[in-house]
């Protein structure tokens, strides 16, 4: 963590802004396939991630649920898994531990329940194929999706989305799609996310006062300087 934000302020000013706002703060931060995407809309997610890994096989995943803590996102890589590893019974748990949402490189189901519960899940789809419940847990191995792995770990660095994920790790989700990255690299583009977000929320204004995003950008300059050749950015115009 940068400075003097604690964790608790991370998530609650992350909360407040956009994941397309913090992404164009800085765009080297990690986004996650946008196949795994949000099941049920309108949703808003930020918190640590605790990591697990499920292959077919969702005890795992009930095991991670006990361990979690509030506040946690439950990252449950599957390792090209084709069977649901969540449900309708594991997010009502999730709601009721507390934690902030469930993303699974994998697949789903229940999800009209989900619908009902309205917890942030993110999933590749859904299947009504459940996975087994025999694996052993292994903890404090690296974990990447496609690899040859015999145990289901937890707490360890696993690939989710193309995206690798630390236990720890901030994970940022709405209907926009995914990013995670170090709790540091987040809160050294939060500023500049919350200006962003503040300027779009201005411009927006200003538009139902009839005004255009062209008049409210610098647009013109920004094109007539790169048909000269000349370097230049699109910028807003607005009092943020």
């Excluded at 899940?121 to 690899?147: H, I, K, L, M």
Aim: charged fraction near 25%; aromatic fraction near 2%; hydrophobic fraction near 45%.
């Amino acid at each position: 963590m940068s400075g003097t934000l604690s964790a608790v302020d991370l998530i609650e000013r992350l909360l407040g802004v956009d994941v397309s706002a913090l992404s164009d703060a800085d765009k080297t931060l990690p986004v996650v396939d946008p196949a795994v995407r949000a099941m049920i809309p309108d949703v808003r997610m930020a918190g640590p991630a605790f990591t697990v890994l499920a292959e077919d096989d969702h005890l795992p995943v009930m095991t991670a649920l006990a361990e979690a803590e509030p506040g946690d996102v439950l990252v449950i890589a599957t390792n090209g898994g084709t069977r649901a590893v969540f449900g309708e019974l594991f997010a009502t748990e999730a709601r009721r531990r507390g934690l902030a949402g469930i993303v699974a490189d994998g697949f789903c189901r229940d999800l009209r329940g989900l619908r009902q519960i309205g917890l942030p899940v993110y999933a590749r789809g859904t299947t009504p194929r459940s996975g087994t419940s025999v694996s052993r847990a292994a903890r404090g191995a690296t974990v990447v999706c496609g690899a040859s792995v015999s145990r289901a770990a937890r707490g360890a660095t696993v690939v989710c989305g193309g995206v690798e994920v630390s236990a720890g790790d901030i994970v940022f989700g709405d209907d926009d799609g995914l990013l995670t990255a170090p709790a540091d690299r987040i809160a050294a583009a939060l500023e500049t996310a919350e200006l962003i977000a503040r300027s779009e929320r201005a411009i927006l204004a200003a538009q139902a006062r009839g005004e255009s995003v062209h008049d409210l950008t610098n647009h013109d300059e920004h094109v007539a300087a790169l048909d000269r050749g000349e370097s230049s950015a699109l910028a807003f115009r607005v009092d943020a």
